[in-house]
């Protein structure tokens, strides 16, 4: 079933909601968001729990029955993902971490989440030079061909079923976003 509702968490659980309320709620499956920065600060506690083989539902019961989105964007806070390095940078209660796809990789063999955004900076339309922007397509490319290619050849990544988001970068430049 597709999920009807996309349900935002902060530090893996519903905000405002109990996950009980949840599912007398809204039938079905629903679609967890949760953002990186929340996540990779509970990758050892979450690689550690007893029930560790089922990733974040196995931390974070109330997300069984749900689809897992591992979000590099955390939607509660506005910038949230900053560029200008080799990697990505995001904000997290304990500042800001570097998160680049190697990362990001290790975060998803610990979570195993459904879907997992694919690293990219975030370059506002109205601030960007043509040289900032030519870069986060690039770079966003070469970031999505690396998680691509570990996905199919690492046999951890390959053991269960997931898929990768990826996000159309360039602003308003039509061949920018045509070659992301």
Known sequence: ATPAFTVLT??????????????????GPQLHQLPVGDLIL?????????GA???????????????????????????????????????TTGGRKKVGPKQLLELQRVMRADIVAAPA???AMDAAGSRRSQ???????????????????DPALAGFDWHVLAGIQGGGSDKLRQKS
């Open 121 to 123: 900076e975030e370059v």
């Open 42 to 50: 509970r990758q050892e506690v979450v690689s550690q729990c007893p």
């Open 53 to 91: 083989a089922e990733g974040c539902r196995g931390f974070w019961p109330g997300l069984a029955g749900h689809r897992a989105y591992c979000s590099y964007r955390n939607p509660r806070i506005n910038p949230s993902v900053f560029g200008g390095d080799s990697i990505c940078s995001v904000e």
């Open 10 to 27: 902060s530090r893996g659980l519903p905000l405002h909601l109990r996950p009980e309320v949840v599912s007398e709620v809204l039938d």
């Open 135 to 153: 870069r986060a397509v690039t770079r966003a490319a070469d970031w999505l061909k690396e998680l691509l290619d570990a996905k199919a050849q």
